[in-house]
């Protein structure tokens, strides 16, 4: 019996081709795999530009989040898939987290530790080592800046109490909101974190600049000082 020609995806009919289904009937039309495939915009002999897409979904769990938290080299395990379509794909999600980042901030005005969890989310939840971040207020809590403090390794990272107080004094801001994740997924605060949070409410309060939260976050989910009780 003769083996059956492979189509490719220019001989595929106009209404499954990624790109020009995206034309015609608009971007939600287009599933995932498909978007990926055009990022792609080739396969190899074997497989289709959107053939490739799904194997990198079926690796991630079919779950974009997921994916965002792989690195070049990750992708790189799938045949097909080289160094440039890898940074494609990694690119289109760091455009995605940062245009989520920026629409959220926007002259927001922090009223729970949510509205914490909803911006920096985005920014920590998928991340494999730690980052120590701040929140820094207005008298009416809406938003100045944010800034990261520090960076660190899997179990921890370093922060210095003067560079946060230097932080708030320079913005002029009236309170503040501290900000880690941890990458294990377990949000039970450890001594470091207590001691730390500590430590800058009093230090804080010299300067008259309010320590108001510290939020950790995961993947999964926070845990707020304030919530707990412990502000």
């Given amino acids: 019996m003769e083996k059956k020609k492979k189509l490719s995806i220019k001989e595929w009919a106009i209404d ?4 020009e289904k995206m034309i015609k009937k608009g971007i939600d039309a287009v599933s995932n795999a498909e978007l990926i495939a055009i990022l792609f915009g080739t396969g190899t002999r074997n497989e ?10 079926d690796l991630a769990g079919n779950n974009i989040n997921e994916l965002a938290k792989f690195s070049i080299k990750d992708l790189k395990q799938i045949k097909g898939i080289g160094e440039a379509k890898a940074i494609a794909v990694l690119t289109a999600l760091e455009l995605g987290k940062r245009r989520k980042i920026e629409k959220v ?3 927001k005005k922090i009223t729970s530790s949510k509205d914490v969890f909803e911006i920096f ?3 920590l939840g998928d991340l494999p080592y730690e980052e120590f971040w701040i929140l820094l207020l207005n008298r ?3 938003i100045i800046d944010k800034i990261k403090i520090s960076q660190g390794g899997i179990s921890g990272t370093v922060t210095d109490v ?4 230097k932080q708030a004094l320079e913005r002029m801001a009236s309170g503040v909101i501290l900000i880690h994740n941890h990458p294990s997924g377990n949000l039970k605060p450890s001594d470091s974190d207590t001691s730390i949070t500590q430590k800058l409410k009093d230090a804080g309060k010299l300067m008259d600049i309010a320590m108001l939260d510290h939020v950790i976050i995961s993947d999964s989910g926070y845990y707020s000082f304030a919530d707990a009780g412990k502000f």
Wanted: charged share 35%; proline share 4%; no cysteine.
């Fill in 162 to 165: 003067r560079i946060i107080l």
């Fill in 121 to 123: 989310s985005s920014i």
């Fill in 105 to 107: 901030i926007e002259r």
């Fill in 16 to 19: 499954d081709r990624p790109r």
């Fill in 140 to 142: 009416s809590n809406s």
């Fill in 48 to 57: 289709s530009a959107v053939e490739l897409a799904r194997k990198l979904l």
